[in-house]
T-cell receptor, first 118, second 116 residues
Framework: NAGVTQTPKFQVLKTGQSMTLQCAQD?????MSWYRQDPGMGLRLIHY???????DQGEVPNGYNVSRSTTEDFPLRLLSAAPSQTSVYFC?????????????????FGAGTRLSVL | DQQVKQNSPSLSVQEGRISILNCDYTNSMFDYFLWYKKYPAEGPTFLISISSIKDKNEDGRFTVFLNKSAKHLSLHIVPSQPGDSAVYFC???????????????FGGGTRVLVKP
């Protein structure tokens, strides 16, 4: 009953360090997305993927890289962390085939990774 | 410029009374709207949604109203319960392919406190 699993839950980085935020889902969902949440800004889309091998940019992609080699995993890479990337990061997934019209575009979120860049 | 706005950052309501959360949008391409609920240290969870072809959708204590001409939607919670205390996000999805529809645009959130 795992759903969307994000690791780590917390991370502190120094400016310039690199790291990868992990995201895995066990629901066989084709679509996966990364969002960041900042106070008063809601959640903003960073990158998304419609299937293995296919990724695209969202609203705030600068400073982040993604790849999707399997259906289950969608890691987010910070190549050179900056203080502006201090945020809470959420991974989400959704199925390509919807069960009912009312379940259209519903995304299932992980518990988040809280990242601080000093 | 935020395309989805929730102008009330917080709301306090007495248990048993109605909670009304508001959301405005500017992009005419949005055709599907969702409300998510978020507890501290957890991810957002889906609450209720509405398509632009409808003006109302109801699910138990939760009702969402959509006014397309005003580009405004609201979420009503009746009656409010202490367990409803959380942050609520409004989100919008553009028309187009299923893949495009997955690009959700979120409002800034409204923190609801239900007092016993």
């Amino acid at each position: 009953n795992a759903g969307v699993t994000q690791t780590p839950k917390f991370q502190v980085l120094k400016t310039g360090q690199s790291m990868t935020l992990q995201c895995a889902q066990d629901m066989n969902h084709e679509y996966m997305s990364w969002y960041r949440q900042d106070p008063g800004m809601g959640l903003r889309l960073i990158h998304y993927s419609v299937g293995a091998g296919i990724t695209d940019q969202g609203e705030v992609p600068n400073g982040y890289n993604v790849s999707r080699s399997t259906t289950e995993d969608f890691p987010l890479r910070l190549l050179s962390a900056a203080p502006s990337q201090t945020s809470v990061y959420f991974c989400a997934s959704s199925p390509r085939v919807i069960a009912t019209p009312l379940s259209k575009n519903i995304q299932y979120f992980g518990a988040g990774t809280r990242l601080s860049v000093l | 410029d935020q395309q989805v706005k929730q102008n009330s950052p917080s709301l306090s309501v007495q248990e048993g009374r109605i909670s009304i959360l508001n959301c405005d949008y500017t992009n005419s391409m949005f055709d599907y709207f969702l409300w998510y609920k978020k507890y501290p240290a957890e991810g957002p969870t889906f609450l209720i949604s509405i398509s632009s072809i409808k003006d109302k959708n109801e699910d138990g204590r939760f009702t969402v109203f959509l006014n397309k001409s005003a580009k405004h939607l609201s979420l009503h919670i009746v009656p409010s319960q202490p367990g409803d205390s959380a942050v609520y996000f409004c989100a919008a999805s553009p028309r187009g392919t299923k893949a495009a529809g997955n690009k959700l645009t979120f409002g800034g959130g409204t923190r609801v406190l239900v007092k016993p």
